[in-house]
Nanobody, 119 residues
Framework: QVQIVESGGGLVQPGGSLRLSCAAS????????MGWYRQVPGKQRELVAA?????????DYADSVKGRFTISRDNAKNTVYLQMNSLKPEDTAVYYC???????????WGQGTQVTVSS
């Protein structure tokens, strides 16, 4: 049974930092590309950052978070992280983790974690 579980969300002031974690089980984690997405009510879910599986660990970011967010993975712990610095109110959203096997077309999603940036 595949499980994708996010954690680390919360309330933070503008300019602050948070680190989100996404723990995966039931998959060969190293072979999966992992992505962080976010969604606010009334809007489509959008890609925030993604990191490839295999040996390359190539990372890609939405323009809105480049230079502020960093995605990383620890294959030994089956976990992907999203370090978020210099947070802005517009970063407020539910953040979701997604897993997709390299070359595959099926996505596993977590339940989401709320991030609120407010003074």
């Amino acid at each position: 049974q595949v499980q994708i579980v996010e954690s680390g969300g919360g309330l933070v002031q503008p300019g602050g930092s948070l680190r989100l974690s996404c723990a995966a089980s039931g998959i060969l984690f190293s072979m999966y590309s992992m992505g962080w997405y976010r969604q606010v009510p009334g809007k489509q879910r959008e890609l925030v950052a993604a990191i490839s599986g295999g040996r390359t660990n190539y990372a890609d970011y939405a323009d809105s978070v480049k230079g502020r967010f960093t995605i990383s993975r620890d294959n030994a712990k089956n976990t992907v992280y999203l370090q978020m610095n210099s947070l802005k109110p517009e970063d407020t959203a539910v953040y979701y983790c997604k897993a997709r096997r390299t070359g595959g077309n099926y996505d596993y999603w977590g339940q989401g974690t709320q991030v609120t940036v407010s003074s």
